[in-house]
């Protein structure tokens, strides 16, 4: 939990009971046989039971799991267990309770244990317990977690520290699966690995003589993107096809629109379509980087933290056609040449996109246009007596409108240095601007008065470090598919992404500079496309 806390999402925003129920009546109906509640926290919404209990109704699913943090586990267990409960994940980073209140910025260790007691008691085998593993916090208790399975029906599972945003990802923080394996051999020789079940993002072993198990889930050394069959939907109800992706879909809109079933299952095929092989590309490069390190990937359209969310692991039948998943190429790693460790971040990168970055020192051409490109002899947002006026798009047919827009910001040696080590005091300045930008393109009408408000398929920010003038250049892309287009969104994404940088350099100069915030392309519309050369 961060030191200031996280914002809650508004109750009205959140999917109703109904809504979760019905959500979860058609993926069972299309072949989901597990739903598993997780969060942020769930046991703190106060119709969990319930939700359970209808849960249980349905037909065709075998297992309803839950991921919590324990605090509340041993109170609400039974009543769980009565409606159907069948799987249970307990969070738990540390075994140290003065730890425990420093992670978590509450007291509660003692709850905890209890929760994990009671869970036993209950007869629930295995009870799974979900430790991250950092390095400097709690890597030394590798040992004290393996020894716990010697007498308890546990499966201790050993998550590899992941990049999210707000939680100060440094890859220097990370204990690789590898390492962790090294360490427990070296103690437990005898250590041996278990068969992997299809679809399994763990890898198991086993102590010869303990009761319990223990695995390692290795999203960042060895990623299982291939094999996933994973579905999320947020507590909101925006459907996530990858955990680390920026792409969601709002079923929930769709669902209080009046959406018929056909219709929920086409915009979910969609989504499920476009599921990569391969984490969402937001990676950070490093030159002192360990070589056995991949690129590293980061989930940044929204930070959810105290928020529960029902996830759907199964056979997708219907929409997961020929069982594999859609490929999509991977980004090449790139090493830059410096004596600094150069950082490069991209939210997202889709198959059909653009990978290269811009290169600011290159020479900069005229705009030019790929096509018609008419001009206009009166400004389009003034009536014919001079007031200021919304164009009415209603009767513009809908096509597929992409636009990029760029800006630099130059930043003076002492603030790049800072930016470039990631040592800062107000944290990682790129991965807040990232966000910054992204969350500016999903409010440019609220910002830009006589804009329309359009639904975006997708946001893509990218910021790249300029060595040569101490300056992050920022690559802004939005797509929607409608009858306006997307510039002033790409536009305001580029510069609030600007802004938000000089924010969180400020302290240390104020002789930075915002500049070059342009359109760098534009294609669909009335109007033709347009590419700056």
């Not at 960042?220 to 990858?242: P, Q, Y």
């Not at 937001?282 to 030159?287: A, I």
């Not at 998943?325 to 971040?345: E, K």
């Amino acid at each position: 939990m961060p030191e200031e806390g996280v914002p809650l999402t508004p109750k009205a925003d959140l999917l109703t009971t109904e809504e979760i129920l019905t959500l979860a009546r058609l993926f069972v109906k299309e072949g989901v046989d597990k739903i598993r509640l997780t969060g942020g926290e769930p046991l703190i919404r106060p119709d969990v039971v319930d939700i359970v209990a209808q849960l249980r109704q349905l037909e065709g699913l075998r297992t309803i799991g839950i991921t919590t943090n324990g605090i509340n586990l041993a109170r609400l267990l039974p009543q769980l267990q009565k409606a159907g409960l069948s799987a249970i994940n307990i969070s738990l980073d540390t075994l140290v309770p003065a730890k425990f209140e420093f992670i978590v910025r509450r007291k509660g260790f003692h709850k905890v244990m209890e929760g994990i007691h009671k869970a036993i008691e209950l007869g629930y085998s295995p009870v799974k317990v979900n430790c991250v593993v950092m390095r400097g916090l709690n890597e030394d208790e590798l040992l004290d977690f393996v020894a716990l399975t010697e007498g308890l029906p546990l499966d201790v599972r050993f998550i590899e520290y992941m990049p999210f945003d707000g939680n100060k990802w440094n890859f220097k923080k990370m204990v690789s699966y590898k390492e962790m394996l090294d360490t427990l051999r070296q103690q437990w020789p005898e250590l041996e690995k278990l068969p992997e079940e299809e679809s399994s993002t763990a890898k198991a072993f086993k102590i010869p003589g303990f009761r319990g198990q223990v695995s390692f889930i290795t999203s960042m050394s060895e990623h299982f993107c291939g094999t996933c069959n994973r579905l999320r939907i947020t507590a909101d109800g925006n459907l996530k096809v990858c955990l680390f992706g920026n792409s969601e879909v709002s079923l929930r809109d769709h669902l209080r629109a009046g959406a018929s079933e056909e219709e929920l299952l086409r915009v979910i095929g969609a989504a499920v379509g476009r599921k990569k092989r391969q984490h969402a590309e937001l990676f950070l490069m490093r030159q002192d980087s360990p070589p056995a390190l991949p690129s590293t990937f980061r989930n940044s359209l929204r930070v959810q933290v105290l928020r529960h969310r029902v996830s759907f692991s199964s056979q997708m039948v219907t929409l997961w056609k020929g069982g594999g998943v859609p490929q999509a190429p991977l980004v090449a790693q790139r090493w830059l040449g410096s004596s600094l460790p150069q950082r490069h971040f991209s939210s997202h990168l889709d198959s059909d996109a653009n990978p290269k970055c811009l290169s600011p020192t290159e020479p900069q051409a005229p705009a030019a246009s790929s096509g018609p490109l008419p001009d206009s002899d009166q400004l389009t947002h003034v009536d014919t007596e001079g007031r200021m006026a919304m164009v009415d798009v209603g009767r513009k047919p809908d096509t597929e409108r992409v636009a990029v827009a760029s800006a630099v910001v130059l930043l003076g040696p002492v603030a790049f240095k800072l930016i470039q080590e990631n040592q800062l005091k107000k944290g990682d300045a790129l991965a807040v601007a990232q966000l910054a930008g992204i969350q500016a393109a999903k409010l440019t009408s609220q910002l830009i008065p006589l804009c329309h408000h359009v639904a975006l398929s997708h946001v893509q920010v990218q910021l790249e470090l300029d060595r040569t003038r101490h300056a992050a250049v920022i690559q802004a892309s939005c797509r929607a598919r409608g009858p306006t287009g997307v510039e002033m969104e790409a536009l305001t994404s580029a510069a609030v992404a600007a802004l938000a940088l000089y924010d969180m350099c400020k302290a240390v100069s104020r002789d930075i500079v915002l500049a070059e915030i342009k359109l760098v392309s534009k294609t669909g519309g009335q109007r033709g496309d347009f590419h700056r050369t």
